[in-house]
């Protein structure tokens, strides 16, 4: 999408896959399994989606994807051959160095691990060396300390995001905050302590990154809501608000985990909301 000012694109990391059940928490199987085919492990193929955001005086990159720092282990449990973003990114005639912001809607490895890579000695660098990494602080001290029940989706994944901090390259912000004009992160935190979603104004249309709180076009169903959701009640609320924001403004909805559906609009037909889908 684009106009004068403002672009927003889909810049994918590429597919991994994850437990069908996780992903739909309780929702039974055989209602879930119509829409997304699970593999003989029970894993369903996820994309890796991030946004870039372009406009006159800023890059905006928003979530890093998986990464290229432990190939080993993401191809052999999530099923993800090799990190894709940069090289997606400079097919867009963005290099790492000209992304100004970073904003990690959360701190799940998925969502964070293209934050840093390894440099030729093994050193563990930010992977955009100018760029500030906009996180919400209550998320980054979670991700730190987290609970025994949290452990299982941060252990020690979040530790390579330390050097952002040594290299004075951390921006921790509280509550909802205005990245550039036009450019907003909105805490929704229902599926993890301080998640957000992010919202670009441009022109007459709104775009909206919906990070995990509606991560696939199948999650639209209300009752559809992960096992990894820190509050699923709060996300429920959060969800039926946002949808009927999205359904009202004629937002532009990009699923972070989408695959053969990475961004559509809301429409409303004899009574009952169906997705109409677009590339961006």
Known sequence: MKNEKVSVGIVSDGTFLLDGGAVFGLVPKTLWERNMKPDRRNRVRLGLNCMLIRTLNANILVDTGIGSKEPEITKEFYGHSSSKLLTNLRKEGV???????????????????????????????????????????????????????AVPKYSNAVKHLEVLEERDQLQLIEGNTEIVPGVEAIV????????????????????????????????????????????????????????????KDGSLMVFSRGYEVNAAYLERKKGKIELKSVEV
């Open 188 to 247: 929704l935190d229902g599926p993890s302590i301080g998640h957000m979603i992010v919202t670009v104004r441009a022109g007459g249309e709104r775009v909206v990154f919906l990070g995990d709180i509606i991560p696939t076009p199948n999650h639209l169903p209300l009752a559809f809501i992960t096992a990894f959701d820190r509050s699923p009640e709060k996300t429920l609320y959060q969800k039926k608000e946002l949808l009927d924001n999205c359904e």
């Open 95 to 149: 290099s790492a160095k000209d992304i100004d912001y970073v904003v990690l809607t959360h701190l799940h490895f998925e969502k964070c691990g293209g934050a840093t890579k390894m440099d030729r000695e093994g050193n563990i660098i930010p992977t955009f060396p100018k760029a500030k990494y906009v996180i919400q602080k209550e998320a980054w001290t979670e991700a730190f300390n987290p609970n025994e029940w």
